[in-house]
């Protein structure tokens, strides 16, 4: 499985936004790029994916290199609730490998 | 639709004992997952079912694990005999076949198993 490297742990304000990076250097071609969030005491959450191109939904944005070896996920306004561990996975067929994620921590 | 359902949320069991884990998918969903995560390994795979035919098992642990999918709408996990170190939350995920790689998967709330 191709890997994928994240911080630890991040902090933010509510209300600012928080950039979430996420290194892929041995992208394949075909492998898209997911970010899932788990809330204490809950399964696991889609939030975005992606292959090539910046990608908006209503929970957050995707922003991926050009050379698509990094990526970004945006949480444009940080809520409380936005509080979770944040999982960037490649995925090139049925399988969703969860790492370590990065754990966000918002502060009031 | 109500989501991924599992049943039971929480369960208490003496170590030998048979234990049942119960999913029903989102209907319409070809894939089916189960996972387990514990705070030593995180979230693992342990089986993967496309139109109600296991595909990938290689996540399971060992003999005493076994997971079955009789139709498109119901699946268990069963542990016989149970053993402390198989306490974790197990989660069990489906997804649509159609859109490939690129789909979303979605999750249950989870079975917390406690094998005392």
């Known amino acids: 499985d191709a890997k994928t490297t994240q911080p630890n742990s991040m902090e933010s304000n509510e209300e600012e936004p928080v950039h979430l990076p996420c290194n892929h250097s041995?992208?394949?071609?075909?492998?898209?790029i997911h970010w899932y969030r788990q809330l204490p005491s809950q399964g696991p959450e889609y939030v975005i994916h992606g292959l090539t191109s910046n990608v908006n939904n209503r929970m957050a944005s995707l922003a991926i290199a050009e050379d698509r070896k990094s990526s970004t996920l945006i949480l444009h306004r940080a809520t409380l609730r936005d509080a979770a561990v944040y999982y960037c996975?490649?995925?090139?067929?049925?399988?969703?490998?969860f790492g370590a994620g990065t754990t966000v921590t918002v502060r009031a | 639709d109500a989501g991924v359902i599992q049943s039971p949320r929480h369960e208490v069991t003496e170590m030998g004992q048979e234990v049942t884990l119960r999913c029903k998918p989102i209907s319409g969903h070809n894939s089916l997952f189960w996972y387990r995560q514990t705070m030593m390994r995180g979230l693992e795979l342990l089986i993967y079912?496309?139109?109600?035919?296991?595909?990938?098992d290689s996540g399971m642990p060992e003999d005493r694990f076994s997971a079955k999918m009789p139709n498109a709408s119901f699946s268990t996990l069963k542990i016989q005999p149970s053993e402390p170190r198989d306490s974790a939350v197990y989660f069990c995920?489906?997804?649509?076949?159609?859109?490939?790689?690129?789909?979303?998967?979605?999750f249950g709330q989870g079975t917390r198993l406690t094998v005392v």
């Open positions: 079912f496309n139109n109600n035919v296991p595909i990938d």
């Open positions: 041995t992208i394949s071609g075909t492998d898209y």
């Open positions: 995920a489906s997804s649509p076949s159609t859109g490939g790689w690129g789909t979303e998967a979605f």
């Open positions: 996975i490649l995925r090139a067929d049925y399988k969703l490998s």
